[in-house]
Nanobody, 124 residues
Framework: QLQLVESGGGLVQPGGSLKLSCAASGVTLDYYAIGWFRQAPGKEREGVSCIGSRGGNTYYANSLEGRFTISRDNAKNTVYLQMNSLKPEDTAVYYC?????????????????WGQGTQVTVSS
């Protein structure tokens, strides 16, 4: 059974950076597309970014304006989300999720496995 654990969240000032990690155990991530989602209080969950199983396909929400970068290291069974130039509106709980058998990812797909989330707070 695939288990996902997010880490790397925390409190950062506006303009700062954080790198989130999504570590998998139980199953190799080689055949899974991975998505990053976030949910702020009182708001619907938003698909932030995703990466296909082979790493060649990525997606970013328009709202990110090029500030985030997703990557994966299948040898470490881990997917990363580098977040730069953070803004207060990026404050949310960030979740990673796995979609099996997807070379091409989409945040609109059904994701079968989810992590517990990591809190990102951007505030001065």
């Amino acid at each position: 059974q695939l288990q996902l654990v997010e880490s790397g969240g925390g409190l950062v000032q506006p303009g700062g950076s954080l790198k989130l990690s999504c570590a998998a155990s139980g199953v190799t991530l080689d055949y899974y597309a991975i998505g990053w989602f976030r949910q702020a209080p009182g708001k619907e969950r938003e698909g932030v970014s995703c990466i296909g199983s082979r790493g060649g396909n990525t997606y970013y929400a328009n709202s990110l304006e090029g500030r985030f970068t997703i990557s994966r290291d299948n040898a470490k069974n881990t997917v990363y989300l580098q977040m730069n130039s953070l803004k207060p509106e990026d404050t949310a709980v960030y979740y990673c999720a796995a979609d099996p058998g997807r070379v091409y990812c989409s945040v609109k797909n059904r994701y079968d496995f989810w992590g517990q989330g990591t809190q990102v707070t951007v505030s001065s």
